[in-house]
């Protein structure tokens, strides 16, 4: 199994340009997420969805967008890049998220830049 | 509010010898989960140890042990013999029912020879 992957693992992106950071998981799970993490700081959850067809907001939604029309994919969409949005991104898979002692399994990471 | 607080922004310790890590947190919830993650140089966030709030008995798993005192809502992890390879950021977080995984600002641990 390969686990969590995400695609890239590093972009630079223009003030208002648009991207989409990619996630897969090859696991089965059902809980997915996606958390940011700024310089010096802990992880933040921006979305999670808790099985394909269903998303919630975290933390930190503003400025993102997500979709689930798989089990496997997880896809996080930025439609107007702002320097505040500068972070690593991480995406991430449990077999079951509510109420669980379940691990949670990271991907690799993306490093994005806004300038 | 749900937050977690990890007090030592970075700490040392001898190869061999053993090093606490401190996390509070705070939560009106009566059933949680407890965690600490381990983020090694290569950014890859590893589950090193993991507490079920409604177990009072302390999780180890080999040179990691925590002290949870549910009370006091403190969660720290004690890591025993300590090893180079121990170097890192470690994370405590904490999971409730609302799905929302909460971390703290994390430790740098250093492991020096």
């Known amino acids: 199994n390969a686990g969590v992957t995400q695609t890239p693992k590093f972009r630079i992106l223009k003030i208002g340009q648009s991207m989409t950071l990619q996630c897969t998981q090859d696991?089965?799970?059902?809980?997915m997420y996606w958390y940011r993490q700024d310089p010096g700081m802990g992880l933040k959850l921006i979305y999670y969805?808790?099985?394909?067809?269903?998303?919630d907001k975290g933390e930190v939604p503003n400025g993102y967008n997500v979709s689930r029309s798989t089990t496997e994919d997880f896809p996080l969409r930025l439609e107007l890049a702002a320097p505040s949005q500068t972070s690593v991104y991480f995406c991430?898979?449990?077999?079951?998220?509510?109420?669980?002692?379940?691990?949670?399994?990271f991907g690799p990471g993306t490093r994005l830049t806004v300038l | 509010a749900q937050t977690v607080t990890q007090s030592q922004p970075e700490m040392s310790v001898q190869e061999a010898e053993t090093v606490t890590l401190s996390c509070t947190y705070d939560?009106?919830?009566?059933?949680?989960?407890l965690f600490w993650y381990k983020q090694p140089p290569s950014r890859q966030m590893i589950l090193v140890i993991r507490?079920?709030?409604?177990?009072?008995q302390n999780a180890t798993e080999n040179r990691f042990s925590v002290n949870f005192q549910k009370a006091a809502k403190s969660f720290s992890l004690k890591i025993s013999d300590s090893q180079l390879g121990d170097t890192a950021m470690y994370f405590c977080?904490?999971?409730?029912?609302?799905?929302?995984?909460?971390f703290g600002a994390g430790t740098r641990l250093t492991v020096k020879p």
């Open positions: 696991m089965n799970h059902n809980y």
């Open positions: 991430a898979s449990s077999y079951d998220g509510t109420y669980s002692y379940n691990e949670q399994f």
């Open positions: 939560t009106s919830e009566n059933n949680y989960y």
């Open positions: 507490q079920e709030a409604y177990k009072q």
């Open positions: 977080a904490f999971i409730t029912n609302n799905n929302d995984m909460r």
């Open positions: 969805s808790v099985g394909a067809g269903i998303t």
